[in-house]
């Protein structure tokens, strides 16, 4: 794919500078960039994230109220388990294996190399500098853990002056202590990542009149279908675990459709 991509590239003129503002133009698309450039094209990709989209919406649409978007913001779990499969991949995806838990992905993190200070202030909050000297190789069953599934995705909600609220979030069922129970891991604490520190921004809604519009809807009625968002922004719908390969292929896809 890299190789496709590289090749594709030398056709096309790279111009290092953001996209500030788009607006139609003649049954074009006028771009504004960040040094003061403007470009007229056919077609524009976009590719900011969805923060950086969110930002380009604001400044090329006054009529924009507000965006919402979700924030994957799996838990973190700090345990002690002498699991073997656990022990064995240090990040597996154990959805076959657990349907009745619904889909989620686990990530196992090795503390073999982390200072054994370090590792016990984490679960205890305490320093203990007169074991800076050690590595936590004596704790092997000392664990980091993140448990991701669709129940970790938090809904928020950006203004005009970029500042965000969050959608409260319903009562926790506690539903992850099956997947703990699951893999017999004895939890010491549990923490969830805060909105906005999550790792996969996804499914962008803009609202304009005081209707909500997915992203690529909008930018289909608004932007005469000349404009297309190639990030996880225009993906109402993300699988837990890392998505960045798949995100690069789903945006590869989508070129190969519009450049024809």
């Not at 290092?16 to 771009?31: E, W």
């Not at 950006?158 to 500042?163: A, F, K, T, V, Y």
């Not at 992850?176 to 962008?204: M, P, R, S």
Request: glycine share 4%; hydrophobic share 35%; proline share 2%.
């Amino acid at each position: 794919m890299r190789s496709n991509i590289l090749k594709k590239k030398k056709k096309f003129i790279e111009i290092k500078s953001q996209v500030v503002r788009i607006q139609n133009f003649d049954k074009k698309i006028l771009v504004e960039l960040s040094n003061k450039e403007k470009i007229l094209c056919k077609k524009l990709f976009l590719a900011a994230n969805t923060i950086g989209n969110t930002k380009i919406i604001f400044e090329s649409d006054k009529g924009v109220q507000k965006t919402s978007f979700l924030d994957d913001c799996p838990y973190l779990i700090y345990g002690v388990t002498n699991n073997r499969v656990l022990n064995k991949f240090l990040s597996k995806s154990y959805s076959v294996i657990a349907p009745k838990l619904n889909n989620f992905f686990i990530s196992l993190y090795n503390t073999n190399k982390i200072n054994l200070s370090f590792l016990l202030f984490y679960f205890t909050g305490y320093k203990f500098n007169f074991l800076k000297k050690f590595n936590s190789k004596f704790l092997p069953f000392v664990k980091f853990i993140q448990i991701w599934d669709k129940k970790t995705k938090i809904q928020g909600f950006l203004e005009r002056d970029m500042s965000y609220l969050v959608k409260d979030k319903k009562k926790d069922d506690n539903h992850h202590l099956d997947i703990l129970n699951l893999f017999k891991i004895y939890t010491v604490k549990i923490t969830q990542t805060k909105f906005g520190e999550g790792f996969h921004y996804h499914n962008l809604k803009i609202k304009k009149n005081n209707k909500w519009y997915i992203f690529d809807n909008y930018m289909k009625k608004y932007f005469n279908k000349r404009v297309f968002c190639l990030d996880s922004s225009s993906e109402e719908e993300i699988n837990p675990g890392p998505f960045t390969i798949t995100q690069m292929a789903i945006a590869y896809k989508k070129l190969g459709q519009h450049l024809k």
